[in-house]
């Protein structure tokens, strides 16, 4: 069963940015997500990447402000974050699913995806 694992995360000053990491335990081919759940709260989609890496797509949160990418020679998926908030403190996961990356509603939609990390903690504070 194919297993995730995120590093990265931290603690980091409003405006500051991080790279967050998901490590896949075998090549997969499947379509790759970023959630974010702060306390309290339901897990957020944030973005979603295609197998090729060729399509991505944001939640309007953080559009702009995060940037997905993969590789797939070392089976790794990548969220760049800039302009951190205190709003986007939480554990963030990744995830892997047949999504369709073009469909927004379907990439931040935590239901599609079937194998999921177990979370690293972000805390973005002065």
């Known amino acids: 069963q194919l297993q995730l694992v995120e590093s990265g995360g931290g603690l980091v000053q409003p405006g500051g940015s991080l790279r967050l990491s998901c490590a896949a335990s075998e090549s997969t081919f499947h379509p790759m997500g970023w959630f974010r759940q702060a306390p309290g709260k339901e897990r957020e989609g944030l973005s979603c990447i295609s197998s090729s890496g060729g399509s991505t797509n944001y939640a309007d949160s953080v559009k702009g402000r995060f940037t997905i990418s993969r590789d797939n020679a070392k089976n790794t998926v990548y969220l760049q974050m800039n302009s951190l908030k205190p709003d986007d403190t939480g554990i963030y996961y990744c995830?892997?699913?047949?999504?369709?990356?073009?469909?927004?509603?379907?990439?931040?939609?935590?239901?599609?995806?079937?194998?999921w990390g177990q979370g690293t903690q972000v805390t973005v504070s002065s």
């Open positions: 995830a892997a699913g047949m999504v369709p990356v073009t469909v927004q509603s379907m990439c931040v939609r935590p239901s599609r995806y079937d194998y």
